[in-house]
């Protein structure tokens, strides 16, 4: 594994999702640490991961598996588990869709992280578990010109 790939798993505990964020946060600072998309990342990254914890394994632990890679200046970002996957994903999809609502759940996850990033991939099978891969183009600053570009 190089500088630009990043590899992590953990134990699906609430207290692992600020890991996953300061993990990633930490992987793609190294594009620049100011980076204005820094926050949509980790938004996005804390609903997939928090999704893992509540949804995938209920009742038990399991584990949750991060992926990064860079290239260019584009971030892909893993997320996957073995949990018990997602009966209807275009169903929990949608806006204030929860299965744990007794949990105080809003059910704007996947519509969190389809507006924080810039692609949203969902892939899930019962029983097996669920993989969530989002893109994200990050602006490259231009210290000559002092703006911003793609």
Do not use: C, W
Not at 22 to 33: K, R
Not at 51 to 78: D, Q, R, T
């Amino acid at each position: 594994m190089n500088n630009n790939e990043m590899k992590v798993e953990f134990l699906s505990k609430s207290v692992n999702e600020g890991f996953a964020r300061a993990v990633v946060s930490s992987f793609v600072s190294q594009l620049d640490p100011t980076i204005e998309e820094l926050s949509d990342i980790k938004t996005a990254v804390s609903e997939a991961v928090t999704n893992s914890i509540i949804h995938a394994y209920p009742n038990v632990e399991g584990k949750i598996f991060v992926k990064g890679k860079l290239i260019g200046n584009e971030v892909e970002i893993e997320i996957s588990d073995n949990g018990i996957g997602i009966e209807n994903i275009e169903k929990a999809k949608e806006p204030l869709f929860t299965t744990k609502g007794n949990l105080e759940r809003s059910g704007m996850g996947f519509a969190i992280m389809e507006n924080f990033m810039d692609e949203l991939n969902i892939e899930s099978i019962l029983g097996l578990g669920t993989k969530i891969s989002m893109k994200k183009k990050i602006k490259k600053y231009l210290f000559e010109d002092n703006k911003y570009s793609n």
